[in-house]
C-alpha cells in the first residue's frame, strides 16, 4: 500500500536559516503530493501541493518539487521565521472520487529569534 | 477553499459516555473524512463518510464504537461511544470537493476523556 516517511524530528532553527524536510513516497502510478501545516492549537492546512512529476509548489517562502526518479517532495524555505514554528506533514492522494490521504509522521519545527 | 465549521472545539468527557462532534462546511462537497490525531501522532483515517448510506470504515474501526451520520452534502457528525482514556485525541473533519485533489481540514476537536 501507499507510505510516506518524513524525517526525523524535531528540528530547531534559529531565524532566518535555511530549512529543508525531507519526503519520501512509496505508492503506485502517480499520486499528488501535498504538505499540511499544523499549528499550535490548529487544524491542518494546505500550505502545497503538486500534481504531477517536476510540478513545483510554493506558498508563503516554501518550496517543493516533485520528483518521480526519486519519488520525494522535500520542503524548502531559504529564510525562516519564527512565525513558521508549526507541525509539517507530507501527504499523498490518488485521483479518484474515493481517495483518501495518507500521511507522514509529521515533523516538529521550532524557530527560535 | 472550503470554509468548515467543527464543533466542540473541545470537551472534557467522562468515561463511558458518548460524544458527538458536527461538521458543517459552507458548499457542497464530495467526499467527507473523520480522522483520529492521538498525541504527538500523525493523522488516521476512521471512515470516509457517504451521503445518504452507511459510512466505509478503515481498518480497526468500528461503527458500533464511531457511528457517522451524513444527512446530506455539507454537514456530517461523528461520534465517540463508551468512550476511555485512549479515546483522547484529536478528532478532524476534512472534506474534499468534485475536481480538486486537496483536503481542507477543520480545526479539530480536543477530547480529553477521564
Known amino acids: 500500500g501507499d507510505s510516506v516517511t518524513q524525517m526525523e524530528g524535531p528540528v530547531t532553527l534559529s531565524e532566518e536559516a535555511f530549512l529543508t524536510i525531507n519526503c519520501t513516497y512509496t505508492a503506485t502510478g502517480y499520486p499528488s503530493l501535498f504538505w499540511y501545516v499544523q499549528y499550535p492549537g490548529e487544524g491542518l492546512q494546505l500550505l502545497l501541493k503538486a500534481t504531477k512529476a517536476d510540478d513545483k509548489g510554493s506558498n508563503k517562502g516554501f518550496e517543493a518539487t516533485y520528483r518521480k526518479e526519486t519519488t520525494s517532495f522535500h520542503l524548502e524555505k531559504g529564510s525562516v521565521q519564527v512565525s513558521d514554528s508549526a507541525v509539517y506533514f507530507c501527504a499523498l492522494s490518488h485521483t479518484g472520487a474515493n481517495s483518501k490521504l495518507t500521511f507522514g509522521k509529521g515533523i516538529t519545527l521550532s524557530v527560535r529569534p | 477553499s472550503a470554509v468548515i465549521s467543527q464543533k466542540p472545539s473541545r470537551d472534557i468527557c467522562q468515561r463511558g459516555t458518548s460524544l458527538t462532534i458536527q461538521c458543517q462546511v459552507d458548499?457542497?462537497?464530495?467526499?467527507m473524512f473523520w480522522y483520529r490525531q492521538q498525541p504527538g501522532q500523525s493523522l488516521t483515517l476512521i471512515a470516509t463518510?457517504?451521503?445518504?448510506?452507511?459510512?466505509?470504515?478503515e481498518s480497526g474501526f468500528v461503527i458500533d464504537k464511531f457511528p457517522i451520520s451524513r444527512p446530506n452534502l455539507t454537514f456530517s457528525t461523528l461520534t465517540v461511544s463508551n468512550m476511555s482514556p485512549e479515546d483522547s485525541s484529536i478528532y478532524l473533519c476534512?472534506?474534499?470537493?468534485?475536481?480538486?485533489?486537496?483536503?481542507?481540514f477543520g480545526q479539530g476537536t480536543r477530547l480529553t476523556v477521564v
Open positions: 463518510a457517504n451521503q445518504g448510506s452507511e459510512a466505509t470504515y
Open positions: 476534512s472534506v474534499r470537493r468534485s475536481g480538486d485533489t486537496e483536503a481542507f
Open positions: 458548499s457542497q462537497v464530495t467526499m
